[in-house]
């Protein structure tokens, strides 16, 4: 294999970060445990409908107050300011008919929200409840949290009463499916003197939110509107359409907005009942916020206590070093912009698997975890370790190490920033770097497969789960009583993908009544097994104080550094970063044995991503031959099934059979661009592309240019991109760029949702928002459409309010600091924003660039410093709007020790090349320099980097003539010459050329020059 030129980069791991001082003042103390609070028998459910311009204010709304199933109160609330007095009077009239309660939203929110939602306790349920809570609020200011209380900061506290005993609401946007609601506290005390003199203290009422939205995504591990949501739980009260938003007030428009308020009411019941059948008694639904929200409930109600519980003298160095090891799932583009006949094959629940496969179900349910050196034992396992050997079951039971390695051109996940990006991603490339770096035990596998050269290890360390915990409970997956787990003696990833197997079964031959349901089941299922055994352990939820805090940053090192920061990550509740690196690098290591397992057989492979390959035909073998190694490969991963029905654990995805009969394999190609950009496709009779899978990445913001009513849609697409996708295939088949003016309305301009979910998103507004009345403003949770100015028009910021119809939208599009009108002309269109979408880059790799096709290649990366940061999605739906901002990507910096090394180098090489030549090659001020000599002046990362860089060139300099000196002197004595005869020759002075061939003088393009002319 060969191995490409260094590239000096500088790479990141990943850190643990915690306060200087761990100890915190309890706000409450717990004398015994104190139960979880749940809500009363009473739920109130409501609906508002607002204006459609880009305040969207309150109209009026429906609300329904129950008493466990039973109807106590119905009825509307409305904006008197809003409604004209028409509308008023026929809301009353309607009232009037239908028996229901009539009253403003003031008196709702005292009467209604306040009454029964707060001090009744109640569920307050509804379908996106950020955004109907906010229509209720007076005013808004962001959350500040409190120090006992830091889970709002970064959301909102709105004011919906100028009763100020009355609490306030804060919001917290985490996702487009989740949010966090509670009530903040309120103005009165809480607790007697008594009571406070002993420390007892009464909890804060913080209320029990429950958003349809959210727990269906929870549930279902899908996204749905309330119509879809209605659709997919086949409730009987299904929503309405309307064209009326906005419109002059109908008696129809009340009936949809009743309607709306019955569906919540059905889908919130119809989600209880889903909730009840896992059967867990610990975790009300109103806690449930994401798939890992349901994976963490069945641990609790295991008896589960969290790692960190646990064992609070882990040492804080050993967690910096196993966080440094942790990398994210593989995901890149072997061939690229190139359509090549593939076999795309799919492991099986790949995280519980290779869970299921090392034993670490053990780890979760110990009482932490004991470690040992194991440098000489694992130094020999590497050295014998084969693909035969890999084979075995028990063989991965031994992969529960951690190794620190000197990477010598060997393959390893590197976190970088590749070809100038702004952000950090991973690529597995060759690495060699002076400075010892931790991995996985897999991922030396992974090298020593894929490169041939077994990695150097300098140290390694063995986990071992100590004895289990006590009092631990048996609980039923997903409430079934087949799939039992006893914590003690089972192993629960094991039975979530058993049953989601025999769902999938019953899905074969269920009825198309059955079929949707099923469908669903077993997606949550999946979903509820990857949280379980891989999301929760790597949990990191980023705080920000007012002021900079003390930390200690751990990485790779192992010492820690001291850092002052306002933003930092805090470890989630089951947060045990061992059991994500390992299972992370277990992934990575099925992925090279079947890259490595696929070369050997004479295949290759277009793609891969994170538990997915698309095998390669090469172009001179047949495809009968291909079929029958690419089997093989595939049939290899069978013995290492963990699981009750033994199929295969790398499993040929049903895209590679004919869409008729299901049993015969069509030939599939693919077509792959960059990570995650790819799609799947036959060719008909005519070789005209029939897709199969596209990838929607890089154009899921954009919302639909237009319809296809009545078009069957591939999975995760819309027909749009299917469409883009069509045209890049056939322009690559027929040799052609692909023609995107041939798409419907892609010469419109093109629209993105927005929504104000954060301060920072709101701060977009202020210009707009200056002078104006609360209720006119754009407030936070408002929806609205996004769109982008053309490059001479940069100082635009163009918004719209929202609609279905983006034609419309546009033509109502503002400027959002100015108010003014935007004219279409000056926003970009779909064919601005997509131009260059068939030319993305891999850039993690050679050979990737925009006009680049084919196979690409490893770099090879010469580390150049190491960066500490956090994880390195933050905010990427903000990024999407403001621009990326370096600020949200959490760098905490280089070690202590690495900033030592680095300046004792630099401080040499100033003494050794002189202050001007430093300058000269890092581009900073010979003062400066003199300055950070003499200990003058304080000296930045950036600073420090740019001279470190600088000493590295200029020592490649120096050893170039060195080379060169060495050359001439070995001419010279060959040919006979004497110095004055060749300084006669090169008219040079004999003593200066003496010198400089000595080296006590240099000049690279003079030795150039004397060494061309010798060897003339």
Known sequence: MSIPDEQPLPIAVRAYVCKVDQKTLPFIKKKGGRKRPVPSEWILIFDTETTTDAAQKLRFGTYQVRKSADLVEAGIFYDPETLNKTEQVTLKEYARKKQLTLMNVRGFIEKIFYGVGYKYRASIVGFNLPFDISRLAIDHTPSRGTRYNKLMRGGFTFKLSDNHWQPRVQIKHVSSRNAFIQFAATR???????????????????????????????????????????????????????????????????????????????????LQSLYKLHGLELTPAHSIHSEASLGKAYLRDMGVKPWKTMQTDFPDDITGNIMSAYYGGRSEIHISKKSVQVLYCDFLSMYPTVCTLMGLWRFVTSQGMDWHDSTEETGKFLNDITIPILQKQETWQSLTILVQVIPDNDIFPVRAKYGGDAQYTIGSNFLTSDTPLWFTLADCISSKLLSGRTPKILKAISFKPKDMQEDLKPVCVAGNT?????????DFFRRVIDLR???????????????????????????????????IFVELNVEEEKQTQPLLCYGYSGKPTKLEKKKFEATGSFFHPLLAALIT????????????????????????????????????????????????????????????????????????????????????????????????????????????????????????????????????????????????????????????????????????????????????????????????????????????????????????????????????????????????????????????YHLHPETKFLNGDYTDAGITQRRHIRVKSIQHIGKEANKWEEQFFTGFNPDAQIEYGMCAEQKIEM??????????????????????????????????????????????????????????????????????????????????????????????????????????????????
Not at 231 to 240: E, N, V
Not at 482 to 490: I, Q
Not at 922 to 951: C, F, G, P
């Open 903 to 1016: 300046l004792e180098t630099v401080l040499r090489a100033i003494k050794k090349y002189g202050v001007k030549s430093m300058a000269d090659m890092s581009k900073l001020s010979q003062r400066h320099i003199l300055n950070i000599y003499k200990e003058k002046t304080n000296l930045s990362e950036n600073a420090l980097l740019k001279l470190y860089s600088a000493v590295k060139t200029l020592g490649n300099l120096d050893k170039k003539e060195n080379e060169l000196r060495e050359l001439i002197r070995n001419t010279i004595k060959e040919k006979g010459i004497s110095i004055r005869q060749l300084a006669e020759t090169v008219e040079i002075d004999p003593s200066n050329l003496s010198k400089l061939i000595s080296g006590k003088r240099t000049d690279l393009k003079k030795l150039e020059f004397i060494y061309s002319y010798l060897i003339k």
């Open 501 to 535: 197997r025999a769902v999938k079964e019953k899905v074969k031959t269920a009825s198309p009544q059955e079929k949707n349901a099923l469908e669903n089941q077993q997606l949550a299922l999946k979903i509820l097994a990857n949280a379980t055994s891989y999301g």
């Open 482 to 490: 087949n799939y039992a787990v006893d914590p003690c003696e089972g």
């Open 585 to 836: 690098g277990a992934a990575r290591l099925m992925l090279a044995i079947t890259e490595r397992q696929a070369l050997d057989a004479g295949l290759d492979w277009a793609f891969c991503d994170t538990d997915s390959m698309a095998l390669a035909k090469p172009e001179n073998m047949s495809i009968e031959e291909f079929y029958k190694r690419a089997r093989q490969v595939q049939e290899w991963f069978t013995p290492l099934n963990p699981y009750a029905e033994k199929a295969p654990l790398l499993k040929i995805e049903d895209y590679n059979y004919s869409l008729p009969y299901k049993d015969t394999l069509d030939p599939l190609y693919c077509y792959a661009i960059s990570s995650k950009r790819y799609a799947l496709y036959n060719l008909d009779e005519n070789g005209q592309p029939i897709l199969r899978k596209i990838s929607a990445h890089g154009l899921g913001h954009l919302i639909a240019p237009y319809q296809k009513p009545n078009t069957k849609t591939l999975e995760d697409s819309q027909p749009w991109q299917q469409d883009l996708w069509l045209e890049i295939i056939k322009a690559s088949l027929e040799n052609r760029q692909p023609n995107f003016m041939s798409l419907k309305n892609f010469n419109l301009p093109a629209v993105s949702r927005y929504g104000a979910t954060t301060p920072a998103l709101e701060k977009w507004f202020v210009g707009y928002n200056e002078n104006k009345p609360y209720k006119d403003r754009v407030r936070p949770f408002n929806f609205l459409l996004a769109m982008q100015s053309l490059p001479h028009f940069k100082t635009l910021k163009p918004v719209a309010s929202y609609d279905k119809n983006p034609s419309k939208a546009v033509a109502r599009c503002f400027d959002r600091s100015t108010g003014e009108k935007i004219k279409k002309f000056q926003l970009k269109t779909y064919l601005d924003s997509l131009a260059q």
């Open 188 to 270: 009165e005390q809480r607790t007697s003197r008594g009571n406070r003199k002993k420390g007892n203290y009464q909890a804060v009422r913080r209320g029990f939110f429950i958003d349809t939205k959210t727990l269906a995504a929870a549930l279902t591990s899908q996204s749905h509107s309330l119509a879809s949501l209605a659709q997919a739980l086949k409730i009987k009260a299904q929503k309405h359409h309307t064209e009326d938003h906005g419109r002059t007030l109908t008696t129809d428009y009340i009936d949809y907005a009743l309607q709306d308020t019955q569906t919540t009411w059905e889908c919130y019941e119809r």
